[in-house]
């Protein structure tokens, strides 16, 4: 079965960091490009990055750029998230999903960026 | 960016109705080497994420009902349940993967009367 399994979320202060893992089961996890996708509460869907199977291509939302980077690790079948500076409007449920269009997603992880 | 609008915002229909919902781009989403349209339709049901429905425009995913049609071209998009069952209540997203930032419209909330 395909998993995708998301982890590492929190309620942290404004201005500090946070990594997000999503651990991968099911499928050749080296094949396939991965992306983080959030969605604020009651809100809806935002692409937030993508990152290629060999990490040769990484792309990020404007709203991302210079304070999150993506990383995988393909022998351990995960993907990451390192977010810094944190903002309260980074506040939302981060979900991994496989390929371009997400075929598979993760169940989410929450992250509350608040004092 | 490519912007994509959905309309309406909601929708409440009755069990066996069909519905329609629009999707419509900022830009063309067809890529003239492969004549493909870079659209994708989810479908998210309350407390669950987001479901892959169809890809390319109108290729349904494995397993999806065969009532969940897709159809459209260019910057015009179209999601049309033909027989709307009560378990279809869920918001649905288009989605542009054609250019970065791979970016969503608003949704659509199908109610059931």
């Known amino acids: 079965e395909v998993q995708l399994v998301e982890s590492g979320g929190g309620l942290v202060q404004p201005g500090r960091s946070l990594k997000l893992s999503c651990v991968a089961s099911?499928?050749?996890?080296?094949?396939?490009?991965m992306n983080w996708i959030r969605q604020a509460p009651g809100k809806g869907l935002e692409w937030v990055a993508y990152i290629s199977s060999g990490s040769s291509y990484i792309y990020y939302a404007e709203t991302v750029k210079g304070r999150f980077t993506i990383s995988r690790d393909n022998a351990k079948n995960t993907l990451y998230l390192q977010m810094t500076s944190l903002r309260s409007e980074d506040t939302a449920l981060y979900y991994c999903a496989r390929e371009l269009p997400g075929d598979c997603w993760g169940q989410g992880v929450m992250v509350t960026v608040s004092s | 960016d490519i912007v994509m609008t959905q309309t309406p915002s909601s929708q409440a229909v009755s069990a066996g109705e069909k519905v329609t919902m629009s999707c419509k781009s900022s830009q063309s989403l067809l890529y003239s080497e492969n004549k493909k349209n870079y659209l994708a339709w989810y479908q998210q049901k309350p407390g669950q994420s987001p479901k892959l429905l169809i890809s390319?425009?109108?290729t349904r995913e494995s397993g999806v009902p065969d009532r969940f049609i897709g159809s459209g071209s260019g910057t015009d998009f179209t999601l049309t349940i033909s027989s709307v069952q009560a378990e279809d209540l869920a918001v649905y997203y288009c989605e542009q993967y054609y250019d970065t930032p791979f970016t969503f419209g608003s949704g659509t909330k199908l109610e059931i009367k």
């Open positions: 390319w425009a109108s």
């Open positions: 099911g499928f050749t996890f080296s094949n396939y490009g």
